[in-house]
C-alpha cells in the first residue's frame, strides 16, 4: 500500500474517532503514529482541510446524495466523502485518482454498499456543471 493510501486511511480513521470524542484538536490522536514520515503531512493536511471546509464540504454531499439525508449515512461513508471532495476542491486532485481512492478506502472499512454509494455521490459532483468538476471552488 502507498504512503498516500495509508494517509487517507489514517484520515479517515481520525475524522471518524472525532465525530464520536472530539477532543478539540485531531491532531492530539495516537493514531498518527501509526503514519509513515513521509504520509505524516499529507494526513494532517486532509484532516486539517475537512474541518477548515467542513461546513462547504457537507453542503456538496447533502447537494449530491440524492434521497439519502446525511443523518442517515454511515459515519464512514460521510468521511470518506469529506476527504474526497476535499481533495478535488482544494488539493485539486484529479478527480478520478480521488474517487477512485475514496471508493477503494470505503471498501476495505465501510459495508458491502459502501463503494457503491460513495461512487454515487462523487459521480454526481463531477458530473454537475456547477461544480466544475473539481477544478475550482464554489
Not at 53 to 73: F, G, L, T
Not at 75 to 103: C, H, Q, S, W
Amino acid at each position: 500500500m502507498g504512503d498516500r493510501r495509508k494517509a487517507r486511511e489514517t484520515a479517515l480513521q481520525i475524522l471518524f474517532r472525532e465525530d464520536f470524542h472530539p477532543e478539540g484538536t485531531p491532531f492530539s490522536s495516537k493514531k498518527w503514529n501509526a503514519v509513515q514520515e513521509s504520509g505524516m503531512d499529507f494526513s494532517k493536511q486532509l484532516v486539517h482541510g475537512v474541518f477548515i471546509h467542513n461546513v462547504e464540504i457537507d453542503q456538496r454531499i447533502k447537494d449530491h446524495s440524492k434521497n439519502w439525508a446525511i443523518d442517515r449515512m454511515t459515519g464512514i461513508d460521510m468521511n470518506v466523502l469529506r476527504v474526497a471532495i476535499y481533495e478535488m476542491f482544494f488539493l485539486k486532485t484529479p478527480p478520478k485518482v480521488a474517487i477512485n481512492e475514496a471508493i477503494e478506502v470505503a471498501k476495505k472499512y465501510g459495508n458491502e454498499n459502501s463503494g457503491a454509494f460513495v461512487n454515487g455521490v462523487l459521480d454526481s459532483i463531477i458530473l454537475d456543471p456547477s461544480e466544475k468538476n473539481g477544478s475550482e471552488t464554489k
